[in-house]
């Protein structure tokens, strides 16, 4: 079975601009989470969505926004992009909220 | 903030077991122990979780203090692969809410040939 799927890879933007990165989850899980990983740190949760809805948010400005879609793949935007916001973004997926989450191998954004 | 503490490093020879501790001495009844690891440019793989009984399945072995204070992450024949960070984690274990992962530092294990 097919595990977490993250895209694209690598992306490399410049400051000011937006972004999109897509996540699909594995069957049938409904949860969809995600995290931001700078170098040299754990994970930071950004999101979690549940059946489509926003269940809770992590300390991030409003510049990051997210969705999931009826077929539970999600979507992270961020605007106005930063040198900070340079990380690994990883999405990870849990048949329902409160079971073991699955990761992705996530997106590399890096700003210029 | 994570509610672990681990050791930043560890070695271990390969064949040999590999034990991880984690402190969690704040862990409240409802919250269950997770492990994870990540290995260099990959996400982080989920390992195993419990809440009091010991646990074991395919990759290790979760041993839970009596006192739910620490536990040890067993790895019973350390390989080479096996070389990652090891994250440790307490979390609530319901489905309502949020439940995210909050992760630490976590403890960096070699495996040495």
């Known amino acids: 079975d097919a595990g977490v799927t993250q895209s694209p890879t690598h992306l490399i933007k410049t400051r000011g601009q937006h972004v999109t990165l897509r996540c699909s989850p594995i069957?049938?899980?409904?949860?969809v989470s995600w995290y931001q990983q700078v170098l040299g740190q754990g994970p930071q949760f950004i999101f979690q969505?549940?059946?489509?809805?926003?269940?809770g948010r992590g300390n991030f400005p409003d510049r990051f926004s997210a969705r999931q879609f009826p077929n539970y793949s999600s979507e992270l935007n961020v605007n106005a992009l930063l040198l900070g916001d340079s990380a690994l973004y990883l999405c990870?997926?849990?048949?329902?909220?409160?079971?073991?989450?699955?990761f992705g191998d996530g997106t590399r954004l890096s700003i210029l | 903030d994570a509610k672990t503490t681990q050791p930043p490093s560890m070695d271990c020879a390969e064949g040999r077991a590999a034990n991880l501790p984690c402190n969690h001495s704040?862990?409240?009844?409802?919250?269950?122990v997770y492990w994870y690891r990540q290995i260099h440019s990959q996400g982080p793989q989920y390992i195993i979780h419990?809440?009091?009984n010991n646990e074991t399945n395919e990759m290790a072995s979760l041993i839970i203090t009596e006192d739910r204070k620490s536990s040890t992450l067993i790895l019973p024949h350390a390989t080479l692969r096996d070389t990652a960070v090891y994250y440790c984690?307490?979390?609530?274990?319901?489905?309502?809410?949020?439940?995210?992962?909050?992760f630490g530092k976590g403890t960096r294990l070699s495996v040495i040939a």
């Open positions: 990870a997926s849990s048949l329902e909220r409160h079971q073991p989450q699955h």
């Open positions: 069957s049938g899980h409904k949860s």
């Open positions: 969505y549940y059946e489509k809805e926003e269940r």
């Open positions: 704040t862990i409240s009844g409802n919250e269950y």
């Open positions: 419990g809440l009091k």
């Open positions: 984690i307490v979390r609530v274990a319901m489905n309502s809410g949020n439940t995210p992962l909050v």
